[in-house]
């Protein structure tokens, strides 16, 4: 089987913007077609929300560092259906912008908000944009503050109104809610506190009724723990904090389609040298209630395993990371049943996959940081495959007993008001070159009956599920067969010290087996 050829444009620099889709390959699995793409300014970028319309439509709330020096600038964009770029749009006040969050209204139009942080700037605090499908910006609102205040989260209420959470990053600051008007404003605000401890939500979401958030707290002895609540406007319905046993340093909370929620944590860990963190998992009731809990880690590892993103499938769910290694952080993504037991990890050999959204059964959307270091978009199959590739990787994940205690928690009154910035919009153009193209010939549809280990490999690796007397091709990417050999199960062993460093692909009696990563 071959697949057509696809080519990858490259794009020059631009006054503001310089993009290029830096990697892109197209693979069958389950008759889709999956697909890595990245845009690359000459400066840093970061990706900070995603969200995806009903009709396909994909809109991504970015930063740009260093534009000019020692400054940010917020970048919208909008990609159709396909991961075409349609349009990015710098919205500038003074020359200290950045972005946090991005939401899609139910009128069509989009929220985009965030922060204006230049200390010299004559405004400064939390931004608000309404923008429509075509970019034009329908009407903006700051929320006067310090200069690392930030819209970190956008709700729309049944009637049109919003809640915005205003996170300060100011130490023992809290998180302003603000309810306002569906046209930013204000109405009446407030903060949470628990034991004279301002919140800082780290995660949010909304039923349509009822907000709740993960926070880190201290409890009584002085332990950074987790704290879920259930709120509205009116009151606070439940709170508890939930502690693992280790020091806590955050989390994320995910509805589950059937009730309860799915939370993604961080705690330190207390082997490692580096002050590394590791994966906490665990599922609770529609109040809290904790149910299985895991502790994921790479075992005699010091550094970082960063959660990212987490989303529900009919009989699990998957989660993205960012491992941190000495090469810095690679990412990293995982399927798991819906009792919280590991069935694969895998690192992705492309882009960052910091944001993911379903897209049907079979697929999902990845977003985040590039591999290059600027904004990247693709599709890849919720059963473990990605058109750049994967490697499993050896994690170990234990159950991590909890203790739950129910506690109080109020609402006091602030003092935030509204006002409207002077900004000016830059439209971001691409013009587009060919860069590279290619082919590959084989379906990527992950065979479990065969092991391929180790992976990476330098001179040797082995295959387990081999019958008695099996055939092995491996080839490269373009499907060209470059090691062809008898082997059995007595004589599992392949001598790959005639590849060059790459990625490869091994088929086993003509059946596909999996990729195998030499390295050296």
């Known amino acids: 089987m071959s697949f057509p050829i696809f080519k990858l444009p490259k794009l020059p620099p631009m006054k503001y913007l310089a993009a290029f889709m830096a990697l892109s390959f197209v693979v069958s699995a389950f008759g889709q077609e999956l697909i890595e793409l990245e845009w690359i300014d000459n400066q840093p970028m970061s990706t900070a929300d995603v969200q995806r319309a009903e009709s396909g439509e994909i809109y991504l709330a970015s930063t740009i560092y260093n534009n000019p ?236 395993e960063l959660g990212s993103g987490l989303v529900h499938l009919d009989d699990g769910f998957l989660v993205s990371y960012r491992f941190q290694t000495e090469f810095g952080l690679v990412p990293v993504f995982s399927r798991f049943d819906d009792q919280g037991n590991l069935i694969w990890i895998r690192e992705s050999l492309g882009s960052s996959m910091s944001y993911l959204t379903l897209l049907d059964d079979e697929l999902a959307l990845m977003a985040g940081p590039g591999s290059n270091g600027g904004v990247g978009l693709g599709i890849s199959s919720v059963d473990g495959v990605t058109a750049c590739g994967t490697v499993d990787i050896e994690v170990q994940v234990d159950d991590l007993s909890v203790t739950t205690t129910d506690v109080i928690v109020t609402f006091d009154e602030s ?61 490269d990417i373009s499907g060209r067969v470059l090691i062809s050999q008898t082997m059995s199960d007595t004589n599992p062993g392949v001598d790959l010290k005639s590849l060059s460093p790459g990625i490869y692909l091994i088929s086993i009696d003509g059946t596909f087996a999996g990729r195998i990563l030499v390295e050296r």
Not at 135 to 163: A, C, H, M
Not at 261 to 285: A, K
Request: aromatic share 12%.
């Open 69 to 304: 020096e020692d400054t940010a600038a917020a970048i919208a964009m909008k990609f159709n259906a396909n991961l075409e770029l349609e349009w990015a749009k710098q919205l500038r006040t003074f020359n200290d912008d950045d972005f946090g969050s991005v939401h899609i209204l139910s009128d069509g139009n989009i929220l985009y908000g965030g922060g204006l942080g230049a200390f010299f700037s004559p405004l400064l605090g939390g931004s608000l944009y309404k923008v429509d499908p075509d970019g034009n910006v329908l009407w903006s609102k700051v929320y006067p503050g310090s200069d690392d205040d930030r819209i970190s989260e956008i709700f729309e209420l049944n009637n049109g109104e919003l809640l915005l959470a205003n996170r300060r990053g100011v130490s023992n600051q809290p998180t302003f809610f603000l309810h306002t008007d569906s046209q930013g404003n204000i109405l009446e605000q407030f903060t949470l506190t628990y034991e004279d401890q301002a919140l800082k939500p780290t995660s949010m979401t909304f039923d349509g009724t009822n907000f709740y958030a993960a926070s880190r707290v201290f409890n009584d002895a002085l332990e950074p723990v987790l704290l879920l609540m259930a709120f509205n406007l009116n009151e606070v319905i439940w709170a508890k904090t939930v502690n693992p046993g280790q020091e806590f340093s955050s989390g994320m909370i995910f509805p589950k389609p059937n009730g309860g929620f799915s939370v993604l944590g961080r705690i330190v860990d207390e082997e490692s040298v580096f002050n590394g963190l590791d994966i906490w998992l665990f599922e609770t009731d529609g109040a809290g209630n904790p149910g299985w809990s895991k502790h994921l880690f790479r075992p005699n590892n010091g550094f970082t």
């Open 415 to 475: 003092d935030i008001e509204e006002d409207v910035p002077e900004y000016s919009v830059i439209d971001l153009t691409f013009e587009m070159e060919e860069l590279c193209s290619a082919t590959l010939s084989l379906g990527e549809v992950i065979n479990s009956d065969f092991r391929i280990y180790p992976n990476p490999a330098a001179a040797m690796c082995y295959i387990d599920g081999l019958n008695k007397t099996s055939v092995l091709d491996i080839s």
